[in-house]
């Protein structure tokens, strides 16, 4: 999925107000980890993710890993937190995030 610089702006508007939601330290990515994170983006489409791990390198992997496993589009990433949107289909139309047509 891409999404147009005025989308993202849109969502980093809606998610600055946002508290991480899934936390992620040293042991990093477990099968419970995913499973937690698939049903709180499947939840509330636009979620923060706390990553504490060594170094950006390894930062940014998990987050690449998270993004291509679970079909996310990564909007921000400001320091140890990623801002992550995936839209529910499966939702009624007025629950979903409605992106602005331009």
């Given at each position: 999925?891409?999404?147009?610089?005025?989308?993202?702006?849109?969502l980093?508007?809606?998610?600055?107000?946002?508290?991480?939601?899934?936390?992620?330290?040293?042991?990093?990515?477990?099968?419970?980890?995913?499973?937690?994170?698939?049903?709180?983006?499947?939840?509330?489409?636009?979620?923060?993710?706390?990553?504490?791990?060594?170094?950006?390198?390894?930062?940014?992997?998990?987050?690449?890993?998270?993004?291509?496993?679970s079909?996310?589009?990564?909007?921000?990433?400001?320091?140890?937190?990623?801002?992550?949107?995936?839209?529910?289909?499966?939702?009624k139309?007025?629950?979903?995030?409605?992106?602005p047509?331009?």
């Amino acid at each position: 999925m891409t999404l147009s610089e005025s989308n993202k702006k849109f969502l980093r508007g809606r998610g600055h107000a946002l508290k991480p939601v899934i936390m992620i330290g040293d042991a990093g990515l477990s099968e419970s980890l995913l499973a937690e994170f698939e049903s709180t983006l499947d939840h509330h489409e636009l979620i923060k993710v706390r990553v504490r791990v060594g170094d950006r390198e390894a930062r940014d992997d998990i987050i690449k890993k998270l993004c291509s496993r679970s079909s996310a589009v990564l909007i921000q990433r400001i320091g140890n937190v990623a801002l992550l949107y995936r839209p529910n289909l499966k939702k009624k139309a007025d629950k979903r995030i409605r992106l602005p047509s331009k």
